[in-house]
């Protein structure tokens, strides 16, 4: 699958996690700008609708493997806040 960085990540205030203020939480954390690219590039493999999150649906599609009872509590952990879909904000928030 791969995550190089060939998509950018850019502010954008629409979706959770792309704001400035998770650049500055993030950088916080020690994360550098590639580091943050490279992350987003990842997210952005699994946000196949391009909608700022990712759902089950997207989550099991991009791995090739079936909603199950592992795939679900794997995404359940990813989901923090518990709305049964993952934003960029979620995925570094796991990583802390």
Do not use: H, W
Not at 30 to 35: I, P, W
Request: aromatic share 10%; proline share 1%; with cysteine.
């Amino acid at each position: 699958m791969g995550c190089s960085s060939s998509k950018r990540f850019v502010i954008n205030k629409d979706f959770p996690g792309q704001d400035a203020q998770s650049v500055k939480d993030m950088v916080e954390l020690g994360f550098s700008k590639e580091n943050i690219d490279s992350l987003y590039n990842c997210f952005a493999k699994f946000d196949l609708e391009n909608s700022g999150d990712m759902d089950i649906a997207e989550f099991t599609e991009r791995l090739n493997i079936g909603i199950t009872k592992i795939s679900k509590g794997v995404f359940g952990d990813l989901d923090v806040n518990q709305d049964r879909s993952v934003d960029f904000r979620e995925v570094y928030e796991n990583l802390k």
